[in-house]
């Protein structure tokens, strides 16, 4: 689940982290909101730390999955998640199918429709299936992990080297970094967020974020409604997946209501900063 989001170089600390600490799924299961916050803190996305937890707890009370179909059942994990551990740990004879793993297929094919179609979904599927080995599904799933990212990347691909271009229609077709086709293009939006600091020595006043939000569920500085009048901001750019933030902070300015939990750096950061705020506090560390 880290790694739905972040690269393995990245994410690896936090694994190590989260298995010394809380090595087992009970343990998982049975820590604080805040112990789980915590040591996701600075790694972005937060909802998977909560899914991760709601899916330590069900696993707690009801066993390990069996196979993609239960693997499914447990919060956070969706289809590719699902094959990936059903393959790798239960043997099952599955493609898991990630936006790495549609560039390979969608090569060796040379397939040349929009890769986003059902149409396309259930051609790469059912070419996939052919391929996983039957006796080995979950070495070969991460086999084509490691061949996308090391030989068929999205550009330039490393086709001389690939230990399957004899059986690549897109190498032969001199078409391998036209594929796959794509025709969505991701939307951004952009949005101004502004930000009152209030503080009390070394301590920041913070109130809670509403849950489904930006930042759902942690704490930050308190948002304010309109730009208050008279104050310079220090202003950031930081991207979402899908937004790009401009995030104008206030230190001159404490806000008009109470917040609801003063913290030092150090706490706030322990019960989960999100990234923008890692950001502020990195770009201007005399705060
Ligand atoms: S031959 Fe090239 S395009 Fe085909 S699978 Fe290998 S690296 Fe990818």
Redo the contacts with the bound molecule.
Sequence with gaps: MILQQTRVEQGRSYWERFLQELPTVEDLAAASDTQIKGLWSGLGYYRRADLLHRGAKQIARTGWPQGTKEWLEVPGIGPYTAAALASIVDGEVVPALDGNAFR?YS??ADWSEPIETSRSKAFIYSLALNFVHPKRPGDFNQAVMD?AQA??TPKK???NE?P??EL?A??SAGS?ELRPVKTRTLKVTEQDLHFAVPRRGHQFGLVQRPLGGIWSGLYTLPELATVPPGFTPQVLDHRLSHRKLRVHFYPEFEGSSEPEIWLTREEWSKRGMPQAFVHWLTEFPYI
């Design positions: 390979v090569r060796l061949l030989l068929c691909p490393k086709c690939c399957v271009q690549c897109a190498r391998a």
